[in-house]
């Protein structure tokens, strides 16, 4: 996966790059200023998979950078604000398009999660932002996507909280101490579980019940 990251401040695109580098699944990172001709560029030498912009308190620029972008043109954005922003901001920038929108203080916990929810077409916001908005019903799906991950087992459950993150057969096949054909098998049964033909689907399901993708 190759990502792209802009931003205002040098230090805190640095800072997130560091972060990228860290995430299974990411194969290069690129960065650049926060303006239309600079994601533009990137994405025409090399596709990015995900766009994060460092919003901070920049909200009128990105604004307007996502809605100088034709759609189809444009890679995914992941957003990042803030620890002080509100949700009607996170919303602004949804509306103009934004797939997925975080605070920097989320991004320790969140930002391999939220690059792979993001890559794969889901919707994702900070559980802080969620919890900034007036009163409102729950997340569609989450009570039912909660409910069908009680039907794994805990290794089941061990192999798919792995995927989510990003990580190959290989690689949760070491975290566990397991084979990777053991490994393909618990994937089976969680696909088997779950009503899923594809591993992304399952992992959709458990980004779901988490509240961080929907």
């Not at 090399?46 to 990105?62: E, H, K, M, N, Y």
């Not at 307007?64 to 444009?74: E, G, I, M, N, V």
């Not at 901001?89 to 320790?108: I, K, P, Q, Y």
């Not at 393909?184 to 899923?196: D, E, F, T």
Request: proline share 5%; hydrophobic share 45%.
């Amino acid at each position: 996966m190759h990502v792209g990251i802009f931003g205002q401040h040098a230090l805190a695109v640095r800072h997130i790059e560091r972060l990228c580098r860290d995430v299974p699944g990411v194969l290069t990172v690129t960065s650049g200023e926060l303006d239309t001709a600079a994601i533009s560029a990137a994405h025409r030498r090399r596709p990015l998979a995900v766009a994060i912009v460092d919003v901070g308190t920049s909200i009128d620029v990105t604004e307007k950078l996502l809605a100088d972008f034709d759609a189809p043109s444009r890679p995914p954005v992941l957003a990042l604000l803030d620890a002080q922003a509100t949700a009607e901001e996170s919303l602004r920038l949804a509306d103009r398009g934004a797939r997925g929108v975080l605070l920097h203080t989320d991004l320790d916990e969140r930002l391999g999660v939220a690059l792979h929810a993001v890559r794969h077409g889901l919707s994702v916001q900070s559980e802080r932002l969620r919890g900034r908005r007036p009163a409102a019903a729950p997340p569609p799906g989450r009570s039912g996507a909660r409910h069908a991950l009680d039907r794994l087992s805990p290794r089941e459950l061990a192999v798919l909280e792995r995927a989510a993150d990003g990580l190959t057969n290989q690689q949760i096949a070491s975290s566990l101490h397991v084979s990777s054909d053991t490994v393909k098998g618990y994937m089976s049964q969680v696909l088997r579980k779950l009503s899923a033909e594809r591993r992304m689907q399952a992992v959709a399901v458990y980004w779901t019940a988490q509240g961080i993708a929907s």
